[in-house]
DNA sequence: CCGCATCCTATGGGATACTG
DNA sequence: CAGTATCCCATAGGATGCGG
């Protein structure tokens, strides 16, 4: 058997063994604004403050974060122009863009399914509510 | 223009907006146990104890608030078989259904391009390192 | 077997203010 | 413009024990 160690450096991953680094790769990409962020480079690079503004709710602080963690995954690149003041753009590498599908999936299909998850939602509460008086 | 009730109840969703209902949905989606939990149940339907032995390192609680919220959102279906003990069986709704392949990228994602991640992060901190000395 | 309740700590993430 | 630093609180989530 594999022990504590099992994934480790042999194939194939697997992201349902605790220790399994695959498991810090699924926690920064099954994140909400990181799946926002990624969506919204899928059309170009864009600037820090443009990101900022059009994902609406983010913080300035937890903006910066994730793209500092997704540069470090090798999923997003990061540009400095010498312009004054100082341009940043953020694209999407080769690497991250084998995952934008999957991600725009996701986002997506909150979109779409919105309705159903409202009836859904509205189902199970009045259900819920209900056996109260039973 | 829309005030700060937009996207409420209107078409299309929008999952950029701040106070859009999408935005629950997705935090719930693009979530690490929630994903590993969907992806489990695609083959078919588990039992509670055979996912918390499945999905290491979940913990019973968090698995069952997991499983509690999407089932209210209506992705699973939670059948009681008066057994004894009794016997708990979580499966897929045909709306969860529609979001397992989206799920199931992201989670082998995350296996298929682990040493990519790994190499990138490895360059990424080298470079931070190697700063300090300039 | 399937959970819920409680306790407790670590972390996520917002607000604000300051720097290059 | 593009961040970094600090404060500070709400919540996620692990451990443990009990009940149906």
């Known amino acids: 058997m594999r022990g504590d160690d099992s994934c480790r450096l042999a194939w194939p991953f697997d992201v349902y063994e605790a220790q399994c680094p695959t498991r810090m790769v699924l926690d920064r990409i099954a994140d909400k604004w990181a799946v926002l962020i990624l969506?919204?480079?899928r059309e170009g690079p864009v600037r820090f403050n443009h990101l900022r503004r059009d994902i609406k709710g983010i913080s300035q602080k937890v903006l910066s974060q994730t793209l500092k963690k997704l540069e470090r995954d090798g999923l997003l690149s990061r540009a400095v122009f010498p312009t004054v003041p100082v341009t940043v753009e953020?694209?999407?590498?080769p690497l991250g863009r084998t995952l934008t599908d999957a991600v725009a999936a996701i986002a997506h299909w909150a979109e779409?399914?919105?309705d159903a998850?409202?009836?859904?939602?509205?189902?199970?509460?009045?259900?819920?509510?209900g056996e109260a008086g039973l």
Chains 1, 2 share one sequence.
């Open 39 to 41: 969506d919204r480079l």
């Open 90 to 93: 953020y694209a999407l590498t």
């Open 112 to 114: 779409h399914n919105m």
């Open 117 to 129: 998850v409202l009836a859904a939602q509205a189902a199970y509460d009045a259900r819920a509510g």
